[in-house]
C-alpha cells in the first residue's frame, strides 16, 4: 500500500511525507500520528527509526504499533 498517493494524501501533516529531516539529517522512514486541536484533526508525519534518541521530549509519550 503507497501512503503518499491519492486517496491519504490530505491525512498527512502539510509538506509530509518529505522522508529526510534536514533538520536533524535523518532518514525518516516511519510514520507517526498525532492530533492538531487549531485544526481539530488527525494527521500523520513521517519520522526516524528511533524518535526518541532525535527528540527526547517525546519519551514516555509515544505509543509504537512494531
Known sequence: MVLNQEPY???????E???Y????????MYMN???VSKEECW???????????VAEFYSGTV???H
Open 21 to 28: 529531516d534536514n533538520s536533524l539529517l535523518q532518514d525518516e
Open 33 to 35: 500520528m498525532f492530533y
Open 9 to 15: 494524501i490530505s491525512y498527512w501533516l502539510t509538506g
Open 43 to 53: 494527521v500523520w508525519n513521517d519520522v526516524p527509526d528511533d524518535l526518541i534518541a
Open 63 to 65: 505509543p509504537f504499533v
Open 17 to 19: 511525507p518529505s522522508f
